[in-house]
Protein backbone atom coordinates (compact mmCIF):
# COMPACT_ATOMS: atom_id res chain seq x y z
CA UNK A 1 0.00 0.00 0.00
CA UNK A 2 2.63 2.28 1.12
CA UNK A 3 4.98 1.63 -1.84
CA UNK A 4 1.95 2.63 -3.99
CA UNK A 5 1.84 6.53 -2.86
CA UNK A 6 5.21 7.78 -5.05
CA UNK A 7 4.03 6.86 -7.98
CA UNK A 8 0.35 7.95 -7.50
CA UNK A 9 1.72 11.38 -6.78
CA UNK A 10 3.58 11.33 -9.91
CA UNK A 11 0.86 10.47 -12.02
CA UNK A 12 -1.37 13.20 -10.09
CA UNK A 13 1.22 16.21 -11.11
CA UNK A 14 0.79 15.16 -14.73
CA UNK A 15 -2.91 14.95 -15.14
CA UNK A 16 -3.64 18.14 -13.05
CA UNK A 17 -3.46 20.39 -16.33
CA UNK A 18 -6.47 18.57 -17.43
CA UNK A 19 -8.63 19.42 -14.56
CA UNK A 20 -8.35 23.06 -14.86
CA UNK A 21 -10.51 23.76 -18.48
CA UNK A 22 -13.74 23.38 -17.30
CA UNK A 23 -13.93 26.46 -14.91
CA UNK A 24 -16.78 28.33 -13.82
CA UNK A 25 -20.33 26.75 -12.95
CA UNK A 26 -19.35 23.10 -12.95
CA UNK A 27 -16.68 24.31 -10.32
CA UNK A 28 -19.19 26.30 -8.06
CA UNK A 29 -21.59 23.02 -8.66
CA UNK A 30 -18.97 20.77 -7.71
CA UNK A 31 -17.72 22.87 -4.67
CA UNK A 32 -21.37 23.05 -3.22
CA UNK A 33 -21.26 19.36 -3.65
CA UNK A 34 -18.27 19.16 -1.49
CA UNK A 35 -19.33 21.35 0.85
CA UNK A 36 -22.51 18.99 1.65
CA UNK A 37 -20.50 15.89 1.69
CA UNK A 38 -18.33 17.24 4.34
CA UNK A 39 -21.38 19.36 6.03
CA UNK A 40 -22.51 16.34 7.72
CA UNK A 41 -19.23 15.55 9.37
CA UNK A 42 -18.13 18.37 10.52
CA UNK A 43 -21.45 19.24 11.50
CA UNK A 44 -21.92 16.22 13.94
CA UNK A 45 -18.37 16.96 15.36
CA UNK A 46 -18.18 20.80 16.03
CA UNK A 47 -22.10 20.01 18.23
CA UNK A 48 -21.35 16.65 19.78
CA UNK A 49 -17.22 17.17 20.23
CA UNK A 50 -16.06 20.94 19.88
CA UNK A 51 -18.56 22.61 21.63
CA UNK A 52 -18.78 19.88 25.03
CA UNK A 53 -15.20 20.08 24.69
CA UNK A 54 -14.71 24.04 24.52
CA UNK A 55 -17.58 24.01 26.70
CA UNK A 56 -15.93 21.76 29.12
CA UNK A 57 -13.18 24.20 29.94
CA UNK A 58 -16.20 26.70 30.84
CA UNK A 59 -17.75 24.78 32.90
CA UNK A 60 -15.09 23.77 34.57
CA UNK A 61 -14.66 26.99 36.36
CA UNK A 62 -18.65 27.82 37.19
CA UNK A 63 -20.95 26.05 40.10
CA UNK A 64 -22.75 24.14 37.24
CA UNK A 65 -25.38 22.05 39.21
CA UNK A 66 -26.56 18.17 37.67
CA UNK A 67 -29.98 19.28 38.04
CA UNK A 68 -31.04 23.37 36.92
CA UNK A 69 -31.63 25.60 39.45
CA UNK A 70 -33.36 28.84 40.35
CA UNK A 71 -30.56 30.80 40.92
CA UNK A 72 -28.32 31.23 38.12
CA UNK A 73 -24.74 29.70 37.47
CA UNK A 74 -21.85 31.18 38.86
CA UNK A 75 -18.77 31.83 37.38
CA UNK A 76 -15.94 30.85 40.25
CA UNK A 77 -12.56 30.72 38.66
CA UNK A 78 -10.35 27.91 39.64
CA UNK A 79 -12.20 27.04 42.85
CA UNK A 80 -13.12 24.09 41.43
CA UNK A 81 -9.57 22.67 40.58
CA UNK A 82 -8.56 24.21 43.97
CA UNK A 83 -11.23 21.62 45.62
CA UNK A 84 -9.89 18.74 43.56
CA UNK A 85 -6.50 19.14 44.18
CA UNK A 86 -7.25 19.78 48.18
CA UNK A 87 -9.13 16.25 48.27
CA UNK A 88 -7.30 13.46 49.05
CA UNK A 89 -9.88 11.05 47.29
CA UNK A 90 -8.30 12.65 44.21
CA UNK A 91 -4.93 12.03 44.68
CA UNK A 92 -5.67 8.45 45.28
CA UNK A 93 -7.65 8.08 41.88
CA UNK A 94 -4.44 9.08 40.20
CA UNK A 95 -2.55 6.58 42.96
CA UNK A 96 -4.46 4.46 41.98
CA UNK A 97 -4.56 4.29 37.88
CA UNK A 98 -0.51 4.74 38.45
CA UNK A 99 -0.75 1.37 40.30
CA UNK A 100 -3.01 -0.07 37.78
CA UNK A 101 -1.05 0.62 34.77
CA UNK A 102 2.68 -0.16 36.69
CA UNK A 103 0.62 -3.81 37.32
CA UNK A 104 -1.04 -3.99 33.48
CA UNK A 105 2.21 -3.16 31.49
CA UNK A 106 3.99 -5.96 32.82
CA UNK A 107 1.36 -8.31 32.99
CA UNK A 108 -0.70 -7.29 29.88
CA UNK A 109 2.02 -6.16 27.50
CA UNK A 110 4.73 -8.65 28.56
CA UNK A 111 2.06 -11.65 28.04
CA UNK A 112 1.25 -10.24 24.66
CA UNK A 113 4.81 -9.57 23.33
CA UNK A 114 5.67 -13.24 24.50
CA UNK A 115 2.47 -15.06 22.82
CA UNK A 116 3.26 -13.07 20.10
CA UNK A 117 6.73 -14.30 19.86
CA UNK A 118 5.59 -18.13 20.29
CA UNK A 119 2.65 -17.65 17.86
CA UNK A 120 5.55 -15.95 14.98
CA UNK A 121 7.47 -19.46 14.70
CA UNK A 122 5.56 -21.28 12.19
CA UNK A 123 3.67 -23.96 14.66
CA UNK A 124 1.05 -25.57 13.83
CA UNK A 125 -2.63 -24.36 13.89
CA UNK A 126 -1.15 -20.81 14.61
CA UNK A 127 -3.94 -18.94 13.17
CA UNK A 128 -6.37 -20.61 15.41
CA UNK A 129 -4.75 -20.24 18.02
CA UNK A 130 -4.65 -16.53 17.14
CA UNK A 131 -8.08 -16.55 16.28
CA UNK A 132 -8.68 -17.94 19.94
CA UNK A 133 -6.60 -15.16 22.23
CA UNK A 134 -8.30 -12.37 20.52
CA UNK A 135 -11.87 -13.42 21.93
CA UNK A 136 -11.74 -12.11 25.22
CA UNK A 137 -11.01 -8.64 23.18
CA UNK A 138 -14.68 -8.85 21.09
CA UNK A 139 -15.79 -9.71 24.52
CA UNK A 140 -17.80 -6.89 26.09
CA UNK A 141 -16.26 -5.40 29.87
CA UNK A 142 -20.06 -5.99 31.08
CA UNK A 143 -20.20 -9.68 30.30
CA UNK A 144 -15.91 -9.83 30.98
CA UNK A 145 -17.15 -8.73 34.85
CA UNK A 146 -19.94 -11.23 35.07
CA UNK A 147 -17.43 -14.23 33.76
CA UNK A 148 -14.79 -12.78 36.37
CA UNK A 149 -17.23 -12.10 39.34
CA UNK A 150 -17.91 -15.53 39.42
CA UNK A 151 -13.84 -16.03 39.00
CA UNK A 152 -13.31 -14.16 41.78
CA UNK A 153 -15.89 -15.59 44.25
CA UNK A 154 -14.41 -15.22 47.86
CA UNK A 155 -13.35 -18.17 49.65
CA UNK A 156 -14.47 -21.20 47.80
CA UNK A 157 -14.66 -19.18 44.13
CA UNK A 158 -12.93 -21.01 40.74
CA UNK A 159 -9.32 -19.08 41.12
CA UNK A 160 -8.90 -19.32 44.87
CA UNK A 161 -9.55 -23.16 43.92
CA UNK A 162 -7.35 -23.38 41.28
CA UNK A 163 -4.59 -21.36 43.52
CA UNK A 164 -4.92 -23.66 46.37
CA UNK A 165 -4.47 -26.99 44.18
CA UNK A 166 -1.77 -25.60 42.15
CA UNK A 167 -0.07 -24.40 45.90
CA UNK A 168 -1.12 -27.76 47.94
CA UNK A 169 -3.41 -25.95 50.01
CA UNK A 170 -0.67 -23.69 51.04
CA UNK A 171 -2.07 -20.13 49.68
CA UNK A 172 -5.03 -19.15 51.72
CA UNK A 173 -7.95 -17.89 49.91
CA UNK A 174 -8.00 -14.69 48.43
CA UNK A 175 -10.56 -11.65 48.87
CA UNK A 176 -9.87 -10.88 45.31
CA UNK A 177 -12.12 -7.92 45.53
CA UNK A 178 -13.15 -7.29 48.71
CA UNK A 179 -9.55 -7.06 50.26
CA UNK A 180 -8.25 -3.72 49.49
CA UNK A 181 -4.78 -4.79 49.20
CA UNK A 182 -5.61 -7.36 46.47
CA UNK A 183 -8.88 -5.40 44.80
CA UNK A 184 -6.85 -3.52 42.09
CA UNK A 185 -4.67 -6.19 41.37
CA UNK A 186 -7.93 -8.50 40.74
CA UNK A 187 -8.92 -5.23 38.25
CA UNK A 188 -5.47 -5.59 36.51
CA UNK A 189 -6.00 -9.43 35.59
CA UNK A 190 -9.19 -9.37 34.13
CA UNK A 191 -8.39 -6.41 32.48
CA UNK A 192 -5.27 -7.97 31.11
CA UNK A 193 -7.41 -10.84 30.52
CA UNK A 194 -10.08 -8.78 28.31
CA UNK A 195 -7.58 -7.14 26.65
CA UNK A 196 -4.27 -8.88 25.91
CA UNK A 197 -5.81 -10.62 22.43
CA UNK A 198 -5.65 -6.75 21.40
CA UNK A 199 -2.16 -6.25 21.64
CA UNK A 200 -1.30 -9.47 21.11
CA UNK A 201 -2.04 -8.85 17.06
CA UNK A 202 -0.74 -5.78 17.23
CA UNK A 203 2.75 -7.30 17.78
CA UNK A 204 2.13 -9.67 15.75
CA UNK A 205 1.71 -7.33 12.99
CA UNK A 206 4.62 -5.41 14.28
CA UNK A 207 6.78 -9.04 14.03
CA UNK A 208 5.62 -9.62 10.32
CA UNK A 209 7.04 -5.92 9.44
CA UNK A 210 9.88 -7.08 10.14
CA UNK A 211 11.35 -8.19 7.13
CA UNK A 212 12.84 -11.09 7.16
CA UNK A 213 16.66 -10.29 5.57
CA UNK A 214 17.17 -8.66 8.65
CA UNK A 215 17.26 -12.07 10.21
CA UNK A 216 19.29 -13.53 7.25
CA UNK A 217 21.80 -10.68 7.58
CA UNK A 218 22.09 -11.35 11.10
CA UNK A 219 22.64 -14.96 10.49
CA UNK A 220 25.06 -15.03 7.88
CA UNK A 221 27.06 -12.11 10.36
CA UNK A 222 27.34 -15.12 13.50
CA UNK A 223 24.71 -13.92 15.24
CA UNK A 224 22.78 -16.21 17.56
CA UNK A 225 19.43 -16.26 18.41
CA UNK A 226 19.38 -14.57 21.37
CA UNK A 227 21.42 -11.50 19.26
CA UNK A 228 19.12 -11.93 16.54
CA UNK A 229 16.53 -11.11 19.11
CA UNK A 230 17.91 -7.96 20.66
CA UNK A 231 19.66 -6.87 17.62
CA UNK A 232 17.17 -7.20 15.03
CA UNK A 233 13.92 -7.74 16.89
CA UNK A 234 13.49 -5.68 19.40
CA UNK A 235 14.73 -2.39 17.36
CA UNK A 236 12.37 -3.58 14.63
CA UNK A 237 9.36 -3.70 17.26
CA UNK A 238 10.31 0.16 18.83
CA UNK A 239 7.58 1.94 17.47
CA UNK A 240 4.94 -0.96 17.89
CA UNK A 241 6.00 -0.76 22.04
CA UNK A 242 5.78 2.81 21.81
CA UNK A 243 2.74 2.16 20.65
CA UNK A 244 0.88 -0.38 22.80
CA UNK A 245 3.17 1.39 26.24
CA UNK A 246 1.28 4.58 25.24
CA UNK A 247 -2.20 3.64 24.42
CA UNK A 248 -1.95 0.92 27.54
CA UNK A 249 -1.29 3.99 29.71
CA UNK A 250 -4.35 6.08 28.42
CA UNK A 251 -6.37 3.71 28.56
CA UNK A 252 -5.72 3.13 32.31
CA UNK A 253 -6.32 6.63 33.28
CA UNK A 254 -9.60 6.17 31.22
CA UNK A 255 -10.08 2.98 33.37
CA UNK A 256 -13.89 2.99 34.49
CA UNK A 257 -16.27 0.00 33.40
CA UNK A 258 -14.65 -2.90 35.38
CA UNK A 259 -14.38 -1.23 38.40
CA UNK A 260 -17.91 0.64 38.69
CA UNK A 261 -19.61 -2.48 37.74
CA UNK A 262 -17.40 -5.06 40.35
CA UNK A 263 -16.07 -2.63 43.34
CA UNK A 264 -17.51 1.02 42.78
CA UNK A 265 -14.19 2.66 44.07
CA UNK A 266 -14.04 0.46 47.36
CA UNK A 267 -12.84 -1.19 49.27
CA UNK A 268 -11.18 1.67 51.27
CA UNK A 269 -11.39 3.47 47.68
CA UNK A 270 -8.67 1.23 46.73
CA UNK A 271 -10.21 0.78 43.07
CA UNK A 272 -11.26 5.29 43.09
CA UNK A 273 -10.47 5.90 39.51
CA UNK A 274 -10.14 8.82 37.75
CA UNK A 275 -13.08 8.76 35.55
CA UNK A 276 -15.07 7.17 38.59
CA UNK A 277 -14.58 9.75 40.62
CA UNK A 278 -15.63 12.48 37.95
CA UNK A 279 -18.24 10.47 37.12
CA UNK A 280 -19.41 11.24 41.17
CA UNK A 281 -18.85 14.08 41.44
CA UNK A 282 -20.97 15.02 38.63
CA UNK A 283 -23.44 12.43 39.17
CA UNK A 284 -23.59 11.82 43.26
CA UNK A 285 -22.95 14.86 44.19
CA UNK A 286 -24.57 16.39 41.22
CA UNK A 287 -21.76 19.04 40.95
CA UNK A 288 -21.08 19.07 36.87
CA UNK A 289 -18.73 22.21 37.40
CA UNK A 290 -16.71 20.13 39.51
CA UNK A 291 -17.03 16.86 37.11
CA UNK A 292 -16.33 18.90 34.53
CA UNK A 293 -12.65 19.97 35.95
CA UNK A 294 -12.03 16.50 36.81
CA UNK A 295 -12.71 15.71 32.82
CA UNK A 296 -10.08 19.29 31.94
CA UNK A 297 -7.68 17.31 34.00
CA UNK A 298 -8.30 14.16 32.13
CA UNK A 299 -7.57 15.46 29.13
CA UNK A 300 -4.77 17.09 29.46
CA UNK A 301 -3.12 14.00 31.01
CA UNK A 302 -4.12 12.22 27.66
CA UNK A 303 -2.64 15.20 25.81
CA UNK A 304 0.78 15.47 27.79
CA UNK A 305 0.79 11.06 27.44
CA UNK A 306 -0.02 11.47 23.61
CA UNK A 307 2.43 14.13 23.02
CA UNK A 308 5.02 12.01 24.90
CA UNK A 309 4.38 9.29 21.87
CA UNK A 310 4.71 11.91 19.20
CA UNK A 311 8.67 12.78 20.64
CA UNK A 312 9.29 9.22 21.35
CA UNK A 313 8.51 8.24 18.11
CA UNK A 314 10.19 11.30 16.44
CA UNK A 315 13.67 9.98 18.37
CA UNK A 316 13.02 6.78 17.01
CA UNK A 317 13.22 8.08 13.57
CA UNK A 318 9.96 6.18 12.31
CA UNK B 1 12.62 -24.74 31.25
CA UNK B 2 15.76 -26.11 32.00
CA UNK B 3 14.90 -29.31 33.58
CA UNK B 4 13.67 -30.28 30.23
CA UNK B 5 16.90 -29.35 28.25
CA UNK B 6 19.11 -31.03 31.27
CA UNK B 7 17.46 -34.54 30.44
CA UNK B 8 18.79 -34.98 27.31
CA UNK B 9 22.62 -34.70 27.47
CA UNK B 10 24.49 -37.54 25.90
CA UNK B 11 26.16 -36.17 22.55
CA UNK B 12 27.08 -32.56 20.93
CA UNK B 13 24.35 -33.35 18.16
CA UNK B 14 21.60 -35.03 19.81
CA UNK B 15 21.92 -32.56 21.95
CA UNK B 16 21.00 -30.01 19.88
CA UNK B 17 18.59 -31.62 17.92
CA UNK B 18 16.94 -32.58 21.36
CA UNK B 19 16.90 -29.40 22.49
CA UNK B 20 15.68 -27.54 19.07
CA UNK B 21 12.79 -30.29 20.41
CA UNK B 22 12.51 -29.67 24.04
CA UNK B 23 11.86 -26.04 22.98
CA UNK B 24 9.38 -27.05 20.99
CA UNK B 25 7.67 -28.69 23.69
CA UNK B 26 8.07 -25.78 26.02
CA UNK B 27 6.45 -23.40 23.47
CA UNK B 28 3.23 -25.76 22.22
CA UNK B 29 2.84 -26.07 26.49
CA UNK B 30 2.43 -22.69 26.67
CA UNK B 31 0.14 -22.17 23.97
CA UNK B 32 -1.92 -24.66 25.72
CA UNK B 33 -1.11 -23.10 28.76
CA UNK B 34 -2.70 -19.51 27.60
CA UNK B 35 -5.41 -21.07 25.64
CA UNK B 36 -7.19 -22.32 28.95
CA UNK B 37 -6.71 -19.58 30.76
CA UNK B 38 -8.23 -17.63 27.93
CA UNK B 39 -11.20 -20.29 26.95
CA UNK B 40 -12.01 -22.12 30.11
CA UNK B 41 -13.60 -18.64 31.95
CA UNK B 42 -15.90 -18.17 28.51
CA UNK B 43 -16.44 -21.40 28.08
CA UNK B 44 -17.50 -22.06 31.82
CA UNK B 45 -20.08 -19.06 30.83
CA UNK B 46 -21.52 -21.04 28.49
CA UNK B 47 -22.13 -23.94 30.40
CA UNK B 48 -23.23 -22.09 33.66
CA UNK B 49 -25.89 -20.28 31.27
CA UNK B 50 -27.50 -23.69 30.47
CA UNK B 51 -27.98 -24.86 34.14
CA UNK B 52 -31.24 -23.98 36.18
CA UNK B 53 -30.05 -23.59 39.83
CA UNK B 54 -27.86 -20.60 40.60
CA UNK B 55 -26.88 -21.91 43.35
CA UNK B 56 -25.82 -25.07 42.34
CA UNK B 57 -23.76 -23.09 39.52
CA UNK B 58 -21.37 -21.17 42.18
CA UNK B 59 -21.14 -24.37 44.16
CA UNK B 60 -19.68 -26.26 40.64
CA UNK B 61 -17.73 -23.02 40.11
CA UNK B 62 -14.57 -25.03 42.08
CA UNK B 63 -14.53 -27.79 40.08
CA UNK B 64 -14.41 -29.48 36.52
CA UNK B 65 -18.32 -29.62 36.91
CA UNK B 66 -18.27 -26.29 35.81
CA UNK B 67 -17.73 -27.17 32.46
CA UNK B 68 -20.04 -30.24 32.71
CA UNK B 69 -24.33 -29.94 32.42
CA UNK B 70 -25.67 -32.73 32.91
CA UNK B 71 -28.98 -31.93 31.66
CA UNK B 72 -28.91 -28.74 29.70
CA UNK B 73 -31.97 -26.20 30.00
CA UNK B 74 -32.37 -22.92 28.27
CA UNK B 75 -35.00 -22.18 31.32
CA UNK B 76 -32.33 -18.91 31.80
CA UNK B 77 -32.90 -17.79 28.39
CA UNK B 78 -36.67 -18.40 28.66
CA UNK B 79 -36.64 -16.59 32.19
CA UNK B 80 -34.50 -13.06 31.06
CA UNK B 81 -35.36 -12.95 27.30
CA UNK B 82 -38.66 -11.42 27.44
CA UNK B 83 -39.63 -8.14 25.23
CA UNK B 84 -41.36 -6.41 28.33
CA UNK B 85 -41.24 -6.72 31.60
CA UNK B 86 -38.56 -7.26 34.48
CA UNK B 87 -36.25 -9.47 32.86
CA UNK B 88 -36.77 -7.85 29.94
CA UNK B 89 -33.54 -8.75 28.16
CA UNK B 90 -35.05 -10.29 24.51
CA UNK B 91 -35.82 -5.95 24.48
CA UNK B 92 -32.25 -4.97 25.40
CA UNK B 93 -30.64 -6.72 22.78
CA UNK B 94 -33.19 -5.58 20.35
CA UNK B 95 -32.74 -2.25 21.63
CA UNK B 96 -28.79 -2.35 21.59
CA UNK B 97 -29.09 -3.93 17.82
CA UNK B 98 -31.09 -1.00 16.66
CA UNK B 99 -28.41 1.32 18.03
CA UNK B 100 -25.58 -0.98 16.49
CA UNK B 101 -27.50 -0.45 13.07
CA UNK B 102 -27.97 2.72 13.35
CA UNK B 103 -25.16 4.31 14.18
CA UNK B 104 -22.70 2.08 12.45
CA UNK B 105 -24.70 2.71 9.13
CA UNK B 106 -25.06 6.13 9.57
CA UNK B 107 -21.15 6.51 10.47
CA UNK B 108 -20.34 4.88 7.44
CA UNK B 109 -22.20 7.12 5.26
CA UNK B 110 -21.40 10.59 6.99
CA UNK B 111 -17.59 9.42 7.76
CA UNK B 112 -16.60 7.97 4.26
CA UNK B 113 -18.36 11.35 2.24
CA UNK B 114 -16.23 13.47 4.64
CA UNK B 115 -13.44 11.13 4.18
CA UNK B 116 -13.46 10.76 0.13
CA UNK B 117 -13.85 15.16 0.16
CA UNK B 118 -10.61 15.33 1.99
CA UNK B 119 -8.92 13.13 0.24
CA UNK B 120 -9.97 14.06 -3.68
CA UNK B 121 -12.23 17.41 -3.19
CA UNK B 122 -11.05 20.72 -4.31
CA UNK B 123 -12.38 22.82 -1.47
CA UNK B 124 -9.33 25.06 -0.68
CA UNK B 125 -9.59 24.56 3.36
CA UNK B 126 -9.00 20.56 3.10
CA UNK B 127 -5.88 20.33 4.34
CA UNK B 128 -6.93 22.55 7.53
CA UNK B 129 -10.05 19.90 8.45
CA UNK B 130 -7.52 17.14 8.09
CA UNK B 131 -5.37 18.16 10.57
CA UNK B 132 -8.37 19.39 12.64
CA UNK B 133 -9.87 16.19 12.72
CA UNK B 134 -6.29 14.25 13.87
CA UNK B 135 -5.69 16.52 16.32
CA UNK B 136 -9.97 15.95 17.72
CA UNK B 137 -8.52 12.44 17.56
CA UNK B 138 -6.87 13.20 20.97
CA UNK B 139 -9.89 14.00 22.81
CA UNK B 140 -11.19 11.15 25.29
CA UNK B 141 -15.05 10.59 25.04
CA UNK B 142 -14.66 10.45 29.11
CA UNK B 143 -13.95 14.23 29.18
CA UNK B 144 -16.59 15.90 26.99
CA UNK B 145 -19.46 13.62 28.51
CA UNK B 146 -20.24 16.15 30.93
CA UNK B 147 -20.83 19.09 29.01
CA UNK B 148 -22.39 16.83 26.70
CA UNK B 149 -25.04 15.60 29.54
CA UNK B 150 -25.75 19.15 30.26
CA UNK B 151 -26.23 19.84 26.18
CA UNK B 152 -28.58 16.61 25.78
CA UNK B 153 -30.50 16.73 28.70
CA UNK B 154 -31.31 20.72 27.74
CA UNK B 155 -32.23 19.30 24.65
CA UNK B 156 -34.98 16.93 25.34
CA UNK B 157 -32.58 13.82 24.42
CA UNK B 158 -32.31 11.91 27.53
CA UNK B 159 -33.92 8.40 27.59
CA UNK B 160 -34.26 8.39 23.96
CA UNK B 161 -32.50 6.27 20.91
CA UNK B 162 -31.32 9.10 19.47
CA UNK B 163 -28.91 10.41 22.18
CA UNK B 164 -27.19 7.00 21.91
CA UNK B 165 -26.59 7.50 18.11
CA UNK B 166 -26.38 10.95 17.06
CA UNK B 167 -23.57 12.14 19.10
CA UNK B 168 -21.26 9.46 18.07
CA UNK B 169 -22.28 9.12 14.15
CA UNK B 170 -18.98 11.39 13.09
CA UNK B 171 -15.66 10.58 14.33
CA UNK B 172 -12.15 11.77 13.95
CA UNK B 173 -10.73 8.27 13.77
CA UNK B 174 -12.75 6.81 10.99
CA UNK B 175 -12.87 9.64 8.72
CA UNK B 176 -9.41 9.25 9.03
CA UNK B 177 -9.00 5.88 8.49
CA UNK B 178 -11.55 6.53 5.39
CA UNK B 179 -9.16 9.34 4.13
CA UNK B 180 -6.64 7.55 4.06
CA UNK B 181 -7.91 5.04 1.82
CA UNK B 182 -9.41 6.52 -0.33
CA UNK B 183 -6.27 8.47 -1.01
CA UNK B 184 -4.37 5.37 -1.82
CA UNK B 185 -6.63 4.58 -4.76
CA UNK B 186 -5.20 5.77 -8.54
CA UNK B 187 -5.76 9.33 -9.71
CA UNK B 188 -6.89 7.82 -13.29
CA UNK B 189 -10.18 6.49 -11.43
CA UNK B 190 -10.88 9.94 -10.68
CA UNK B 191 -9.95 11.70 -13.51
CA UNK B 192 -11.62 9.12 -15.99
CA UNK B 193 -14.81 9.47 -14.20
CA UNK B 194 -14.69 13.55 -13.51
CA UNK B 195 -13.82 13.41 -17.56
CA UNK B 196 -16.73 11.66 -18.84
CA UNK B 197 -18.90 14.33 -16.19
CA UNK B 198 -19.59 12.64 -13.52
CA UNK B 199 -20.29 14.95 -10.29
CA UNK B 200 -18.31 14.13 -7.13
CA UNK B 201 -21.05 12.93 -5.26
CA UNK B 202 -21.36 10.57 -8.17
CA UNK B 203 -17.55 9.06 -8.69
CA UNK B 204 -17.81 8.71 -4.64
CA UNK B 205 -21.08 6.85 -4.55
CA UNK B 206 -20.89 5.02 -8.07
CA UNK B 207 -16.69 4.41 -8.27
CA UNK B 208 -14.75 5.17 -5.19
CA UNK B 209 -17.41 3.23 -2.51
CA UNK B 210 -17.78 -0.14 -4.13
CA UNK B 211 -13.85 -0.51 -4.55
CA UNK B 212 -14.19 0.62 -0.46
CA UNK B 213 -14.84 -2.70 0.96
CA UNK B 214 -11.68 -3.45 3.13
CA UNK B 215 -11.64 0.49 4.67
CA UNK B 216 -16.02 -0.04 5.30
CA UNK B 217 -15.66 -3.72 6.89
CA UNK B 218 -12.63 -2.25 8.91
CA UNK B 219 -14.55 1.09 10.11
CA UNK B 220 -17.55 -1.07 10.47
CA UNK B 221 -16.19 -3.86 12.51
CA UNK B 222 -14.26 -0.91 15.02
CA UNK B 223 -17.61 0.85 14.79
CA UNK B 224 -19.31 -2.01 15.61
CA UNK B 225 -17.34 -3.39 18.64
CA UNK B 226 -16.90 0.05 20.10
CA UNK B 227 -20.69 1.32 19.87
CA UNK B 228 -22.00 -2.13 21.48
CA UNK B 229 -19.66 -1.91 24.45
CA UNK B 230 -20.55 1.43 25.04
CA UNK B 231 -21.20 1.58 28.91
CA UNK B 232 -20.82 4.98 30.59
CA UNK B 233 -22.73 7.02 28.53
CA UNK B 234 -25.59 4.88 28.14
CA UNK B 235 -25.94 5.05 31.88
CA UNK B 236 -25.48 8.54 32.36
CA UNK B 237 -28.52 9.37 29.68
CA UNK B 238 -30.91 6.47 29.97
CA UNK B 239 -33.16 5.69 33.09
CA UNK B 240 -36.04 3.55 32.03
CA UNK B 241 -36.07 0.29 30.27
CA UNK B 242 -37.28 1.71 27.11
CA UNK B 243 -33.79 2.37 25.07
CA UNK B 244 -31.53 1.04 27.64
CA UNK B 245 -28.99 -0.71 25.97
CA UNK B 246 -28.29 -4.93 27.06
CA UNK B 247 -24.64 -3.88 28.67
CA UNK B 248 -26.38 -1.53 30.83
CA UNK B 249 -29.15 -3.76 31.93
CA UNK B 250 -26.54 -6.67 32.28
CA UNK B 251 -24.80 -4.46 34.68
CA UNK B 252 -28.11 -3.92 37.36
CA UNK B 253 -27.48 -7.31 38.56
CA UNK B 254 -24.67 -6.24 40.45
CA UNK B 255 -26.75 -3.88 42.16
CA UNK B 256 -28.61 -6.47 44.14
CA UNK B 257 -28.02 -8.34 47.67
CA UNK B 258 -27.56 -11.62 46.10
CA UNK B 259 -26.62 -11.82 42.47
CA UNK B 260 -28.72 -14.27 39.84
CA UNK B 261 -26.13 -15.51 38.46
CA UNK B 262 -28.08 -18.40 36.24
CA UNK B 263 -29.76 -15.00 34.75
CA UNK B 264 -26.91 -12.48 34.26
CA UNK B 265 -24.94 -15.54 32.50
CA UNK B 266 -27.53 -16.02 30.02
CA UNK B 267 -28.04 -12.33 29.53
CA UNK B 268 -24.31 -12.24 29.30
CA UNK B 269 -24.64 -14.98 26.62
CA UNK B 270 -27.31 -13.01 24.37
CA UNK B 271 -24.99 -10.02 24.76
CA UNK B 272 -22.11 -12.00 23.17
CA UNK B 273 -23.83 -14.52 20.65
CA UNK B 274 -24.41 -11.23 18.06
CA UNK B 275 -20.51 -10.38 18.03
CA UNK B 276 -19.37 -13.79 18.43
CA UNK B 277 -21.12 -15.03 14.78
CA UNK B 278 -19.59 -12.25 13.54
CA UNK B 279 -16.34 -12.69 14.66
CA UNK B 280 -16.61 -16.55 13.30
CA UNK B 281 -17.99 -15.45 10.20
CA UNK B 282 -15.24 -12.31 9.58
CA UNK B 283 -12.64 -13.63 11.86
CA UNK B 284 -10.12 -12.50 9.50
CA UNK B 285 -11.20 -9.39 8.33
CA UNK B 286 -11.91 -8.58 12.70
CA UNK B 287 -8.31 -9.50 13.35
CA UNK B 288 -6.88 -6.92 10.52
CA UNK B 289 -9.10 -4.00 11.41
CA UNK B 290 -7.78 -3.63 15.00
CA UNK B 291 -4.47 -4.12 13.36
CA UNK B 292 -5.12 -1.50 11.23
CA UNK B 293 -6.61 0.82 14.06
CA UNK B 294 -3.38 0.35 15.88
CA UNK B 295 -0.81 1.16 13.12
CA UNK B 296 -2.56 4.00 11.58
CA UNK B 297 -4.96 5.65 14.60
Known amino acids: MTLQQPALTATAALARPARRKGKGRRDRGRLFQEIGMLAPAVALLTVFLIVPFLLSFWTAMTNQPLVPRPTPVRFIGLINFLRIFRDDLFWTSLWNVSRFTFWILPVQCGLAFATALLLHQKLPLRNFFRGLFFLPAITSMVVVCVIWGTLFQYPTGPLNQVIGFLSGGLIQPIDWLGDPNWAMFSIVLLSAWQAYGFQMIVYLAGLQGIPDELYDAAKIDGANAFQRFWHVTMPGLRPTHVFVLVITTIQAFKLYTQVAILTQGGPKSSTETVVHYMVRAGFEEQKLGLASAVSVILFLIVLVIALLQRQLLRRFDV | MSDLAISTLPAEVTRKRSAIGSLRLIQTASILVIALVIVSPLLMLIVASLKDDRFQILADMGSFRAFWVPNPTL???????????????????????????????????????????????????????????????????????MPLVIMVSRAGMTDTFAVQIVPWIASPLYIFLFYQFFAQLPKELFEAAEMDGASVFRIYRSIFLPLSLPALATVSILMGIETWNQYLWPILVTQTAYARPIAVAIATFFGQDSIYWDRAMAASVLMMLPILALYLAFQRWFVSSFVGSAVKG
Do not use: D, H, K
Open chain 2, 75 to 145: ANFAEVGNLSGELAFGRYLLNSLFILAATVGAGLIVNSMAGFVLAWGSLRGRALILSLVIALYVIPQESII
